[in-house]
């Protein structure tokens, strides 16, 4: 069995597995693909309703967003092998979707699959879990609060505020990234160890310009090279 690219929409694909599984919860992922020396591929799938992460080499971040569909609970759980496959590039971007389907021996005998829009092409790669290594599931452990996102259009400093938790970090952006706009964004941050975001802590702002970084962040978007990120505590005026 060989995994290629399918002719699916997201709406088929979707349509396809809500008549072939019971059960349904709202999940998240992240794709990691590298060919640096020697090619690598991750993912990470994140349920927070049944409170259920899948992990392999990827262990943190969410995008893009769709739905984990299962029969039995019980069977997620413990290494897995998998397989992801994505929309041919037949199928027109805005109706693109990536498919995770997991498995345990047998190849093609899938106990849950994951299916998610996938606008901005973040996955063009295939896996065959019989050729990989495969992953984990893990039970979901992980703090998520609103956070607030804030730069002014005259300056280069960007500020994250997460008032929940009583914490901000902030970084600046490079010369020629911020072209004199502002940014003022609602969203959410999660972490999986919140003693990591103690005072004085820095962090890395890890952005690959691919073509799906500059679908989504625009002349946002950079990498850098040293943790210029610094956690610090916030109080509330």
């Known amino acids: ?11 088929q ?12 919860a709202a999940a998240s992922a992240l794709f990691f693909f590298s060919d640096a020396g020697q090619e690598e591929q991750g993912v990470r799938i994140e349920a927070p ?5 899948f992990v392999d080499k990827v262990t943190f971040g969410r995008d893009p967003v769709g739905t984990l569909f299962y029969n039995n609970i019980d069977d997620i759980q413990g290494a897995t092998k998998y397989n992801v496959t994505y929309s041919q590039t037949s199928v027109p971007n805005d109706d693109a979707c990536v498919v995770v389907q997991f498995f345990g021996h047998t190849q093609g005998k899938f106990y849950a699959e994951f299916v998610g829009r996938d606008p901005a092409r973040t ?5 065959d879990g019989t050729q990989h290594r495969g992953g984990s599931w893990n039970s979901l452990a992980l703090t998520t609060a609103t956070a607030y996102v804030y730069k002014r259009s005259t300056e280069s400093n960007v500020s994250i505020t997460i008032t929940p938790i009583r914490k901000q970090v902030s970084f600046d952006l490079p010369g020629g990234t911020d072209t004199g ?25 890890p952005q690959e310009t691919k073509a799906s970084d500059v679908t989504a962040l625009g002349d946002m978007r950079f990498t850098s090279v040293d943790p210029i990120a610094i956690w610090d505590d916030y109080v509330p005026e």
Request: hydrophobic share 35%; net charge neutral; charged share 30%.
């Open 1 to 11: 069995m060989s995994i290629q690219p399918i002719p699916e929409t997201y709406k």
């Open 13 to 24: 694909a979707y349509e396809e597995r809500l008549e072939k599984y019971t059960y349904t």
């Open 49 to 53: 309703e049944i409170m259920k992460e």
């Open 123 to 127: 996955v063009w790669w295939t896996v």
């Open 181 to 205: 706009k502002n940014l003022s964004v609602w969203g959410n941050l999660s972490t999986n160890d919140i003693s990591k975001l103690d005072k004085g802590g820095r962090s890395f702002i």
